[in-house]
């Protein structure tokens, strides 16, 4: 009866859908009337309201439908939804104030006389347009309003033109910072958390073992990683589209003519074009650039944009004057005068303490103050233009309210699918697939593609995403990242808007196209367009680096980086060290050479056992790298021959884990079972288990003899890698380590010497002074030397004299005995510390230098920009994890 309830569920959402009622009301309205028929259904026929739901009961469901909702408004960590409403409100603004038009008309004129020229200025505008105002509707319209007309008139085929419109109109979707990006980070967020434990029940299942390593973990995402991973993908395709349009007109001249610029291409013409790209390019690259370096989160891009776009309308939407331009010139002198601050000043408040410091601060509060005038100038400025900000706040309120509505509504709906059982279904339908995740992946994509005929890029990402995304993301044979995921269905449902009957952006072009432009030849041009949005996905699929590189390039780049000694970073990082080693032409074996040599005489003995266990350690690293290669090849080579049995054996193994599930679940309604009168229905049961045990033993039958024997031969190949390589790290460590504390203390010494008068007029203190401010004398000279490497027996020395002079004891005497000890060791130290500077110090920082940045690596407070650009290609790429499960 789940499924029957299920049907039910699917056909009323659909119903209400197709009829025109409002989506944020079918889609939570579907849920209660089904979960209320069932509940309503299992009381009367069978006396238990709880009977036909897959687990749980109706207040069950119901209550997990309402802390769904909570979770998109109470939740503090889930803050990724706050950008929709600054984002809104800085498209519509931009769109209010008729940017479209400006750049439409100009790159028309630029781009004119090349051939196609006028269809390749709509895509460069709907991109542009894409980083700015995001709105689909309200670019279609613009361009459909002035390009249409101009793009017939000089002779563009309908198909070509409606086509490059529709298109071009829905780059918002993909290009950042888009809305559908935001959504979709905020449901894959969720989708990790269940992938994430899914793979640890799949890792324990074939394994055994209750712990998963943290390598093998799902990683999260979030809006700030989604805008970069989409932003290469939405450069691709706008490059995909002027290339179709340019070898469209060089092959059919007669279907986009070139169109020459009447006008002259002099100063004026160069300002005109500087001032109508300028301010859109300073507006992407403040929201963009800001994410992309780190410096501001999503939410606060968002409000960057809010105001750039309040300051640009402004100017935009005023009569030209003297006065048209200073707000927005107030704004950019602010921004200067606050960078200026920030790059030359300590901007702590409370950390300020010199003159200079109050200076920066005076500074920062003078920009801001300029900043903030220019922006609620530009402010009054739109609100007394036709109420424009009073519009502009009514349909961004609106707006929010739809998508945050359709979240909540989502949110019931998927409640009640989990209800009757339909995650369960669809990931058993998935898993039992043939062909493993990329089988499971094009049949969702698929489906999206399909869906996307019917309902709105929001639908499809709140309701389908949730449930297909953590199955797609637990597979470990194809490890993809929720960025990739995301960024692939964020380019697919993008077609949504082209797809007809139902594709939004063409029902924008129909309602201003001439009616000269038939809706066919509309279809027919979208046509093109779909199947480039379709290449572009295919290669995004095939090449996930396109993806996956610029977030793990800004995160490995950022302050707040990554450590090296990261888990998840190790095999990449392992990786560069070998080719770092093998590219360096033998450097860092003559460096360790050359420390061997290194002469210690009239040294400590320490720095010879220091010296002497960098080194041989560093051998030791070095020759486990070479081990590392060995063992890499030796498991390469048994692959081939152990995946199809490992496959076929985690084949067999899923079906048992459903029969066993199935069997379960019977046995569960056969323990309620407790009236004699359903004898009949207690027997069926028995039957019905008997024969899933008698499946689950011809299964387990079908498991090859050998596999045992081969899965315990492979397995001890995979630990010698692994043993190879946790040698290596270790050594490394322990090398570094070692030479890092020779270092500290060669670097020292001048600290150290510098110490001698201070030291010695400790005396005095302690002789004459009173016992509490000669213990903190004491004290601090301790701290002193604390700071110092290598002087941990003065240090302790000074912490015996401190101790002697505390409330407890009050002993001067010991207390001066224990100061001269520390004299003495001080002056043991001062004959080597004088000179180790000059006999060994170039020498050990030179040694020291080669490992750092190679067998040294994993002990290093941050990545080098070297190894953090590295580590971001290598981990862009999907390592295939299933030969561990």
Not at 507 to 521: D, E, H, M, N
Request: glycine content about 8%.
């Amino acid at each position: 009866m789940e499924l029957f309830f299920l049907i039910v569920l699917m056909l009323i959402m659909a119903t209400a859908l197709g009829s025109g009622y409002p989506v944020a009301f079918a889609l939570p309205g579907s849920a209660i009337i089904t979960i209320l028929l069932a509940a309503i259904s299992g009381y009367l026929f069978s006396g238990d309201t709880d009977a036909f739901f897959h687990s749980g009961g109706p207040s069950e469901w119901m209550s997990a439908g309402v802390i769904n909702l909570r979770g998109i408004y109470w939740e503090v960590e889930r803050d990724t939804l706050i950008a929709i409403p600054l984002f809104i409100f800085m498209g519509i603004m931009l769109q209010r104030s008729k940017i479209a038009e400006d750049l439409l008309v100009t790159m028309a004129q630029l781009f004119g006389p090349v051939p196609g020229g006028l269809g390749i200025s709509v895509v460069f505008v709907g991109a542009l347009l894409a980083a700015t105002t995001g709105i689909v509707g309200a670019t279609v319209v613009a361009m459909g309003m002035i390009s249409l007309p101009a793009m017939l008139r000089n002779n563009y085929s309908p198909s070509l033109a409606t086509g490059t419109i529709a298109a071009s109109g829905t780059l918002g979707q993909i290009i950042p910072p888009s809305i559908v990006l935001i959504i979709l980070a905020d449901q894959l967020a969720s989708a990790t958390d269940q992938a994430g434990t899914a793979r640890k029940a799949l890792y324990k299942e074939a394994t055994g073992e209750l712990q998963m390593p943290s390598v093998f973990d799902v990683g999260s995402t979030s809006a700030g990683e989604m805008f970069l991973g989409a932003f290469i993908p939405g450069l691709l395709l706008v490059g995909i589209y002027m290339v179709y349009i340019l070898v469209y007109a060089i092959l059919k001249p007669s279907a986009a003519p070139a169109v020459p610029y009447e006008g002259k291409y002099d100063s004026q013409f160069l300002r005109q074009v500087m001032l109508t790209l300028i301010p859109p390019l300073a507006l992407i690259f403040l929201v963009l650039g800001s994410i992309i370096t780190g410096v501001a989160t999503v939410n606060q891009a968002g409000a960057i944009g809010a105001a750039g776009a309040l300051v640009m309308a402004g100017y935009r939407l005023v009569d030209k004057d003297r006065l048209t331009y200073v707000p927005a010139l107030l704004t950019i002198s602010g921004l200067v005068i606050i960078g200026f601050a920030l790059s030359n000043f300590n901007m702590n408040i409370k950390a300020a303490e010199s003159a200079s410091d109050l200076m920066g601060l005076r500074i920062g509060v003078f920009g801001t103050a300029l900043m903030v005038s220019g922006i609620v100038w530009s402010g009054l400025r739109v609100m007394r233009i036709e109420g424009t900000l009073d519009g502009v706040m009514m349909e961004t309120a609106k707006t929010t309210a739809l998508v945050f509505i359709i979240l909540l509504g989502a949110a019931m709906l998927t409640a009640a699918f989990r209800a009757f059982g339909g995650e369960e279904l669809v990931r058993e339908f998935l898993i039992t697939l043939p062909g493993g995740f990329w089988t499971q992946f094009i049949i969702v994509m698929a489906v999206i593609f399909v869906l996307g005929f019917f309902l709105d890029f929001i639908e499809i990402a709140v309701v389908v995403v949730p449930i297909v995304a953590p199955i797609l993301l637990a597979d470990p044979e194809a490890n993809i990242t929720a960025v990739w995921l995301g960024v692939m269905i964020g380019l697919n449902i993008q077609t949504s808007f082209l797809t007809p009957p139902f594709g939004f952006a063409l029902f924008y072009l129909r309602g201003v196209a001439p009616a000269v432009v038939k809706t066919v030849q509309m279809y027919k041009g979208v046509i093109a367009f779909i199947s480039l949005q379709l290449l572009a996905l295919t290669i995004v699929g095939v090449y996930p680096q396109l993806v996956n590189y610029l977030p793990n390039r800004s995160s490995f780049l950022s302050d707040s980086a990554p450590p090296p000694r990261n888990p998840k970073l190790q095999f990449c990082l392992d990786q560069f060290v070998m080719e770092k080693v093998a590219q360096d032409g033998g450097a860092t074996i003559a460096a360790i050479e050359a420390a061997k040599n290194i002469n210690l005489d009239g040294l400590p003995k320490d720095f010879g056992k220091l010296l002497k266990s960098s080194t041989s350690k560093a051998e030791m690293s070095l020759a486990q790298l070479s081990d590392i290669s060995i063992r890499v090849d030796a498991v390469a080579q048994a692959e081939p021959a152990y995946r199809p049995l490992l496959k076929e054996v985690r084949s067999l193994e899923k079906k048992i884990r459903h029969i066993r599930e199935q069997e379960e679940e019977l046995t569960t309604i056969l323990k309620r079972i407790t009236d004699p009168a359903q004898n009949n229905r207690r027997e069926e049961l028995e039957v019905e288990i008997a024969v899933l045990e008698g499946q689950i033993s011809e299964l387990q039958s079908e498991i090859p003899l050998e596999w045992k024997d081969a899965h315990d031969t492979f397995k001890a190949l995979t630990d010698a890698e692994t043993k190879a390589r946790n040698e290596y790290r270790r050594a490394g460590d322990q090398s570094y380590e070692a030479i890092q504390e020779l270092q500290q203390i060669v670097a020292a010494s001048d600290s150290f010497i510098a110490m001698e008068t201070d030291l010695k007029a400790l005396r005095q203190v302690l002789e004459t002074q009173d016992f509490p401010i000669a213990e903190d004398a004491a004290k601090e000279m301790e701290r002193t030397f604390r700071e110092i490497a290598g002087a941990d027996n003065v240090k302790k020395a000074l912490g015996d004299a401190k101790k002697a002079l505390g409330k407890r004891n009050l002993d001067r005497e010991a207390a001066l005995a224990d100061f001269d000890k520390a004299v003495k060791l001080y002056e043991e130290q001062l004959i080597w510390r004088s000179s180790v500077n000059q006999q060994i110090g170039a020498e050990v920082a030179t040694y020291e230098t080669a490992l750092q940045t190679t067998i040294g690596s994993r002990v290093q407070s941050k990545l080098s920009k070297e190894q953090a650009l590295y580590l971001a290609s290598c981990t862009a790429v999907h390592k295939d994890l299933s030969l561990n499960f």
